[in-house]
């Protein structure tokens, strides 16, 4: 523990794990104004930076675990400070040397899981593809168009296995040639990589980039938004480019090569999160309301913080697996501003959203409810 007071060597140690961009920082405060955060309570990613580059960062406190790098500082930046990556960098810090604030955690048993099980959620390995049963879903063979990717909490969470069951059905009345891998799929790291979990990361990574390869895979659908940033920005770090698309630009694609018909109505007023991976970081925006805005009678109402402005759900940065207190929940706020559209459904695309959306619900009074739904929950619907 000595290290840790010699401000200058975690200066250093903060730069060589990737937040050398904290330099540039000249104190302006605009990423602290749209911090969601400060909504709730005290956060300021200000501090943060200028604490790491004077190397004094306070790796034993609350504030390093808060961010849950929804990217809307990174925008809002006038110096290209890249916050995300490096308030990683001192997590990466705090990671080696086992430290964890009291929300964080439930991080060492996900880690234990994760590395046990290859996924974050207690659940059996040989289970992985237990889901798919009686959905005529085939295990993934290198003649097959793309393989499904679900992920580890559409395979495992009883809420979540719903959106799974709901792409194997759309996909098989589109006539795609799909299969997965099941007990062969591992988690795709991403969120333990935003913990500070390097070591951790890069096993999985490797793990699945031997999988796809011993596979013969070439092109993968995901339906989470962080495996989708993990598999196309950051897996290229191994020097593998696969072909990756999220399902909502796959029902998009598939809608528009007239592959997958929507005869039915969806007679319901709707809004649209935009998960922070899938726009703020990823740029799709357009697909998913393309694919909505196919279905008959459906009404798409916009909520005031959209697209680029997105409110995130809270559960990035590996804030999904951590303690938020009551009061605090961002999914909480987004929640209420759905309602506020009018929408009796808030669609979004991501796991992480439906998880804390519903959790959101729990704590409203019996009729002060909105539906909460996945995309292809929608489109399942509909065919
Ligand atoms: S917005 Fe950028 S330059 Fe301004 S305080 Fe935040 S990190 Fe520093
Ligand atoms: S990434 Fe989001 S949560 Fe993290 S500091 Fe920036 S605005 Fe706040």
């Known amino acids: 523990m000595e290290k840790l007071t010699d401000y200058k060597e975690i200066a250093d140690i903060i730069k060589e794990k990737g937040g050398d961009s904290f330099k540039y920082c000249y104190q302006c405060g605009k990423c602290d104004v749209v911090c969601p955060w400060n909504q709730v309570r005290d956060f300021s990613m200000r501090k943060l930076v200028r604490q790491g580059n004077f190397g004094m960062s306070e790796i034993e406190g609350e504030d390093i675990w808060l961010c849950t790098t929804c990217g809307q500082c990174t925008v809002a930046c006038p110096r290209e400070v890249k916050q995300v990556e490096a308030g990683i960098a001192i997590r990466r810090i705090a990671t080696d040397y086992g430290i964890y604030s009291a929300s964080a955690d439930p991080v060492r048993a996900i880690r234990s899981n994760l590395s046990s ?30 393989l499904y990717f679900p992920g580890c909490y559409l395979s495992y969470d009883p809420r979540l296995k719903k959106v799974a069951v709901a ?17 062969k799929e591992n988690c795709c790291g991403e969120s333990i990589r935003k913990t500070g979990d390097e070591e951790l990361y890069l096993q999985l990574a490797k793990e699945n980039i031997k999988t796809f390869i011993d596979h013969g895979v070439k092109r993968i659908l995901v339906s989470s938004p962080h495996c989708y940033e993990t598999f196309k920005n950051e897996y290229p770090e191994f020097m593998v480019n696969f072909e990756i698309v999220h399902i909502a630009q796959y029902l998009d694609e598939l809608i528009r090569d007239g592959r ?3 005869p039915g109505e969806y007679k319901k007023k709707i809004t649209y999160h935009d998960p922070c991976y899938l726009g703020r970081h990823n740029g799709i925006y357009e697909e998913p309301r393309n694919v909505l805005q196919n279905v008959k009678a459906l009404e798409l109402n916009e909520m005031a913080e959209s697209r680029q402005e997105s409110f995130c759900c809270g559960g990035g940065g590996g804030r999904i697996w951590m303690d938020t207190p009551k009061g605090e929940r961002f999914s909480d706020i987004r929640v209420q501003q759905a309602m506020e559209t009018g929408a009796e459904v808030l669609v979004t695309a991501c796991p992480y959203c439906i998880a804390n959306f519903e959790d959101s619900l729990i704590s409203r009074k019996e009729g002060e409810g909105i539906e909460v739904k996945d995309i292809t929950e929608i489109i399942a619907d509909v065919i």
Request: glycine share 14%.
């Open 260 to 262: 997958l018909k929507l």
């Open 117 to 146: 099980d290859g996924n974050p959620l207690e659940g059996e390995r040989d289970k992985r593809g237990d889901w798919a049963e009686g959905h005529s879903v085939k295990p993934f063979d290198k003649k097959m168009e793309i």
């Open 167 to 183: 792409t194997a059905n759309i996909l098989n009345k589109a006539g795609v040639s799909f299969g997965i891998l099941g007990s």
